[in-house]
């Protein structure tokens, strides 16, 4: 090994040759430079937590709805057009002992609401949720709302949890005269806190000798993997794939099921990703992965404007004309625009930035970036999942 060369490192091979003349003794010298082997190496495998890809079948959370009413609005509530609000009313203080007939209310400063909240796995009575809160009628603004005692239930039809409490609106609508100002959404507000659990849903863990591990996206490769790394970890045979979403867990009899669990979750695994472009067209998002493989194309993209203006001009008769009339005459005028082809070319080994740089280059909006990307797959030349958002 010779001295380092400017931070290079030197290495000498000497090498014997039988020519006519006799040996020939030569040298190669290969430089290296510091931090990159001589070899290429394979790219850094990613790797996620199992907790992160996956979930435990059963441990889930689930989702509670309830219908009630806010009060306490500065004149901002339902109109007496929306019925159901003074009904609701009417219902809530009949059970409170007052009997008012709902037509004869007229109030403004209730709205009715749909409540939402979602109850984690393991919740006990007493956990405290947060709610969302939706007006259902045409209220113009939550704001200084309080609901009123909410029951929320599952899809079971049980009740789970009771919610109640002052609103948090992140907007404000103000009206006076026909003139409005509008900040955020006013008729959607949190509580936090708001919402108070009657029971849980029960799920038990103990004597329980299976658990099915489901992957978030359904994959044979990540779930092989998954499964190896698991066994790995736990020094024994306890997890094996049945398919490309279930992983099949084994406990042994009179093992911590808890930590066992915390265990498999901690697990770090290989991920092995979906190619996938996801495009949305109403916005005009498109996100594309960093797996996508791009295969050489020519692509030809150009445009065709068509603009159609009608204006609406008055001819009047002569003067002192006794037969002419006054008439409203439509004028149209029509022009097309065709805009020159635009060429974009890909050579082998193309990565996606430079289908987007070249996509820039010709000035292409994102719905035109969602048309070239349809093609390209169509053509075969995307190797990717196209989602349409």
């Known amino acids: 090994m010779l001295a380092g060369i400017n931070g ?5 091979i000497w090498v014997r040759r039988f020519t006519r003349r006799g040996w020939l003794l030569f040298g190669v010298l290969t430089l290296t430079l510091p931090g990159f082997a001589a070899d290429t190496a394979a790219p850094a495998q990613r ?21 009630g009413i806010v009060v306490g609005l500065q004149g901002t509530g339902d109109s007496q057009q929306t019925t159901f ?8 203080l009949l059970r409170m002992g007052v009997s008012v007939p709902a037509a004869s209310i007229r109030v403004q400063n209730l709205a009715a609401v749909f409540v939402a ?31 009123l005692m909410t029951p929320l239930y599952g899809a079971d039809g049980k009740i789970y949890a009771q919610a109640q409490g002052p609103l948090v609106v992140g907007g404000y609508s103000v009206s006076v005269n026909g003139n409005t100002k509008q900040y955020n959404h006013p008729n959607t507000a949190r509580v ?32 092989e993997a998954v499964s190896q790394a698991i066994n790995h970890e736990l020094g024994r045979p306890a997890a094996h794939a049945l398919d490309s979403r279930d992983i099949e867990l084994s406990v042994v009899h009179g093992e911590d099921i808890p930590e066992f669990l915390s265990q498999v979750e901690s697990v770090e695994v290989p991920v092995f990703p979906r190619a996938k472009v996801v495009v949305n067209e109403r916005t005009g998002t498109v996100v594309i992965g960093g797996t996508v493989v791009l295969q050489p194309v020519s692509i030809l993209h150009g445009g065709l404007a068509i603009n159609v203006v009608s204006q609406f001009e008055v001819s009047q008769p002569n003067a002192f004309s006794a037969t002419g009339s006054t008439q409203v005459v439509q004028q149209t005028q029509v022009s097309a625009r065709d805009k020159p082809v635009s060429r974009i070319e890909l050579k082998q080994g193309a990565t996606v930035d430079d289908l987007v740089r070249s996509l820039q280059t010709i000035g292409a909006s994102a719905r035109d970036v969602i048309s070239i990307l349809q093609a390209m797959k169509s053509a075969g030349a995307l190797e990717a999942e196209i989602e349409v958002l």
Not at 85 to 92: D, G, K, M, N, R
Not at 194 to 223: H, I, Y
């Open 8 to 12: 290079w490192n030197a290495r000498a």
């Open 85 to 92: 609000p003074t009904q609701t009313l009417a219902a809530t």
């Open 192 to 223: 936090p806190f708001g919402a108070m659990v009657e029971q849980g849903v029960p799920l038990e863990l103990e004597g329980r000798s299976k658990f099915s591990l489901l992957l978030n996206d359904a994959d044979f490769r990540t779930a």
């Open 47 to 67: 790797e996620a937590r199992v907790k992160d890809i996956a979930s435990i079948e059963g441990i889930r959370d689930n989702q509670l709805v309830g219908y």
């Open 117 to 147: 909240a979602t109850l984690p796995p393991f919740a006990r009575p007493g956990t405290k949720l947060d709610v969302t809160v939706s007006s259902a009628g045409d209220a113009r603004s939550l704001e200084g709302g309080l609901l």
